[in-house]
């Protein structure tokens, strides 16, 4: 049979094919239609206004940032600032682009693209950089104008209905920007600021040639003969006195003046002599001043160290006098640490702050600079002014307009509010700071006398220290890391994001898992400046040269100038000989931090239970807990010392004497606060580089993977420690050679077994502060000047004023090839 034609069925394969192109068609229709779109007109006007707003709120973020600068340490946030500071720059670089090539007129996007710039460069108006400006920054000032320029193209080719203030504000910023690149010149060269080092090094000199000083003169009870450099040397007033050459410095003043006291240089004996009301030895209120004054000479001597500039030795002989006298043997603790926080606030402004050039030459540049935000306070409010007579844009202009409001309007009166601000708050951050108050005080302590009282000025000076934007100096944390909680811990998502980061974010080891920060308890200030007082009692200032007591040496180290070492000596356990071989037995500082701080631990455990606390918890749910407890809670220990806001269930048996509380406290804190050193600040403690990191990986993988294996509950690790305890006790000589697991828990173990519950805690509270004693003075001074940018710690106070008393190293810790004056034996 014939078929009149054939029937062609499609095939399902061929079906499938046309429906992908089709697919795949209509795939690129919808993106070159997107692309159409997104370059209409008013597309391209929302999304430079979307990018106007959103850096807009970018630049706010690090306005708040670079405010509590001293206050924020956390890792997240220092990274999101630097981040925050890319992507702000790259946005900005964009809407100048995107404002100049678009094909509509707004009169508003040259306003937009200044205050953008402005605000771009101003944000971080205090923290931009220190005098030394170890990163550069100050070489961003001419990226600023590089950028103004672009602006000002952007007004001459785009045109504006506002051209004459923004031409003065374009001016303007260009003035400030190039007069902000040449203060920090000025500020390097300037005697005050710059080349203090050097010449306090050789205005400090004492001998026979020298008029500035004499040591035998000094009395650090009414500061006579302390003749420490404050305000006042100038270039014109420093001159080298023949034969030797020997700098002194000469201050210019007529026979008038004279007689009635004034001085143009001040120094700290004038500060307490002078007989003026407010700082009459009588009246109270001249203490803050005072301490003031003390504050800021004594950083001018630490900065000395940090820029490694050396001093003479008779300098650390009368300094040290001073410090016992006015800070460390001060019946006021929180007075004694204020003039330690004013201290390290004047070093770290020095060294990463804009304040420095603000004041490089007093009040005139002072002036200068307020003078600046003052004026261009006065040219955005007259542009203000000019954009209200235009708020309907013009028929040719491309405004966005949403029920009958002017988006564009909007935001530009937003960026007048930011501007405006700004400049009130820079203007009120220098008058308001602390190196204002500096020269206030100076200037009232150049008259020693007065016929007439002044009280507007006192009433001025009075106001300025009263007026505060923030009481604090530091942020007032100790940061905390408890190892059996942490040991076990695998930071896998971290160490990704480290990745991805490209290093912004710090990579973490194995168990470093560190617990939130908590506030400075008030018990621990007393406890370390008694330790401090007892460390000063026995001082020996005779120049014996010191020798190595350990031979085995690291050439690594570099060798410390001549200094005083504290001496192989533990005061708390002079009566406890039993403990000795925990400080003085071990290899390094590490080591003894480790073993003390694991044995404290067990130490809590015990007291914990035996308070009908619940130890039992396991995996996720005691890692859950820990979180909350650190994050949420006031009450960072294991048991609840707080015992007037505790709850019927989680109250303790009895409330605990105040006397245990504090010792408990103390106890507990320094020894996480010290393990958290070794864990992330290895470079605060005396061991060499690679120390720290080495012991501890090697104790977190022997607590993980064998000791401490399948303990999920520090109920089941404490007694699994209190049985390798016992057999390590058994073992008797060979203790020393285990590994620093076993060593804490036989250290902890006989502990709880030999001394009572005051006993206890009583020898770890007194062992802890003086163990951070001894484990604050190092050589390593660049380590504290970087930690000072981040807020600081506190273990750099005790290293400041170990410093001052001229006390660079420990005999606790193995010496090596360190040469300087020894200490009498305090035993």
């Given at each position: ?7 062609r ?91 100049q ?14 205050v ?9 108006f ?9 990163h ?11 950028k ?8 001459l ?8 203030p ?14 902000r ?9 300037s ?11 050789e ?30 040397e100038t ?14 410095i ?49 950083s ?23 410090v ?36 490089w ?78 020269l ?5 302590a ?80 007393p406890?370390i ?5 007892a ?13 190595p007591?350990?031979?085995n ?31 003085f ?22 007291f ?52 245990l ?5 103390t106890?507990?804190?320094l ?13 605060l ?8 990191n080495?012991v ?7 607590a ?41 828990a ?26 951070l ?15 000072l ?36 034996n305090?035993?």
């Amino acid at each position: 049979m014939n078929w009149p034609c054939r029937l062609r069925f499609p095939n399902r394969n061929e079906h499938k094919r046309a429906r992908k192109m089709m697919g795949i068609q209509d795939i690129r229709d919808i993106v070159s239609s997107l692309f159409i779109m997104l370059n209409k007109e008013t597309f391209v006007l929302f999304r430079i206004e979307f990018l106007v707003v959103l850096v807009t709120v970018l630049f706010l973020v690090m306005f708040i940032i670079d405010v509590f600068r001293r206050h924020i340490r956390n890792i997240f946030m220092k990274t999101m600032f630097s981040i925050l500071d890319a992507i702000s720059d790259s946005i900005v670089l964009y809407l100048l682009g995107a404002m100049q090539t678009a094909k509509f007129k707004n009169h508003l996007f040259p306003v937009w693209a200044l205050v953008l710039v402005s605000f771009r460069y101003n944000v971080d108006f205090i923290s931009g950089y220190g005098v030394h400006d170890r990163h550069g920054r100050r070489y961003m000032e001419w990226r600023n104008v590089v950028k103004l320029l672009g602006s000002a193209f952007l007004i001459l080719w785009r045109g504006s209905r506002f051209t004459v203030p923004l031409w003065s504000l374009l001016a303007l910023q260009i003035l400030r920007s190039w007069y902000r690149f040449c203060e920090h010149g000025l500020a390097l060269r300037s005697i005050w600021h710059g080349t203090s080092s050097e010449v306090i090094s050789e205005y400090m000199r004492a001998g026979p040639h020298t008029r500035n000083w004499k040591p035998e003169d000094c009395n650090p009870e009414n500061m006579e003969g302390y003749k420490y450099l404050v305000l006042g040397e100038t270039k014109q007033g420093i001159r080298l006195k023949k034969p030797r050459y020997v700098l002194y410095i000469h201050t210019a003043q007529s026979v008038k003046q004279a007689e009635r006291g004034f001085s143009s240089l001040v120094t700290l004996d004038k500060i307490w002599g002078c007989r003026r009301n407010l700082l009459h030895p009588d009246n109270k209120e001249g203490n803050d001043p005072k301490d003031l004054c003390l504050a800021f000479a004594l950083s001018r001597l630490l900065r000395c160290r940090l820029e490694d500039v050396t001093l003479q030795e008779e300098i650390f002989c009368i300094n040290r006098k001073l410090v016992k006298t006015k800070i460390i043997e001060e019946q006021d603790t929180n007075r004694a640490f204020r003039v330690m926080e004013l201290q390290l606030s004047f070093v770290n402004d020095y060294f990463n702050t804009h304040y420095p050039m603000v004041f490089w030459s007093g009040y005139l540049s002072l002036f200068s600079n307020l003078l600046l935000s003052v004026v261009t306070f006065g040219v955005v409010c007259w542009l203000a002014v000019d954009i209200r007579k235009v708020y309907k844009p013009p028929k040719d202009d491309r405004a966005h307009v949403v029920h009958g409001l002017n988006v564009d309007m909007i935001i530009t009166w937003v960026f007048m509010f930011f501007m405006l601000f700004k400049e009130i708050w820079e203007m009120v951050s220098y008058l308001v700071s602390d190196w204002t108050r500096l020269l206030l005080v100076c200037s009232y302590a150049q008259w020693k006398e007065e016929h007439t009282r002044d009280r507007r000025m006192e009433g001025t000076i009075s106001s300025f220290f009263k007026s505060r934007i923030t009481s604090k100096h530091w942020h007032g944390l100790i940061d905390q890391y408890v190892f059996l909680e942490s040991y076990d811990d695998i930071p896998r998502c971290w160490n990704v994001m480290h990745q991805i980061s490209t290093g912004m974010v710090p990579k973490k080891g194995d168990g470093a898992k560190l617990r939130s920060a908590i506030s400075v308890p008030e018990c621990i200030k007393p406890a370390i400046l008694k330790k401090l007082r007892a460390s000063l009692e026995k001082l020996n200032t005779s120049n014996n040269l010191h020798q190595p007591d350990n031979t085995n040496r690291n050439q690594e180290e570099p060798t410390i100038r001549s200094g005083i070492l504290l001496p192989k000596v533990v005061r708390s356990l002079s009566q406890r000989k039993q403990y000795n071989w925990a400080c003085f037995d071990l290899p390094t500082c590490s080591h003894v931090i480790l073993v003390w701080h694991i044995a404290t631990s067990l130490c809590e455990i015990k007291f914990a239970r035996d308070h009908g606390v619940d130890l039992s918890k396991h995996g996720f749910l005691s890692s859950l807990s820990s979180y909350f407890t650190g994050c949420c809670s006031s009450k960072p220990y294991l048991v609840d010392v707080d015992v007037d806001e505790m709850t019927k269930e989680k109250k303790v048996n009895g409330k605990l004497p105040d006397k245990l509380k504090e010792m408990y406290v103390t106890a507990n804190s320094l020894s996480r606060y010290c393990a958290y050193l070794l864990v992330s600040k290895p470079d605060l403690i005396p061991d060499s580089f690679y120390v720290p990191n080495m012991v501890l990986q090697e104790t977190v993988t022997r607590a993980r993977d064998d000791i401490l294996k399948k303990c999920d509950s520090l109920q089941s690790r404490y007694d699994k420690l209190m049985e390798v305890a016992e057999k390590a006790i058994q073992d008797g000589d060979d203790i020393l050679k285990e590994d620093v697991v076993r060593l804490g828990a036989k250290l902890g173990k006989e502990l709880i077994d030999q001394e009572s519950k005051e006993e206890c805690w009583e020898i770890l509270s007194e062992v802890w502060a003086e163990l951070l004693v001894h484990i604050a003075p190092t050589w390593n001074a660049e380590a504290h000047k970087q930690c000072l940018e981040s807020g600081g710690e506190f273990i750099t106070y005790i290293w400041a004023l170990l410093w001052h008393c001229g006390i660079e190293k420990s005999k606790l810790w193995p010496v090596e090839d360190v040469y300087g004056n020894d200490v009498e034996n305090m035993s």
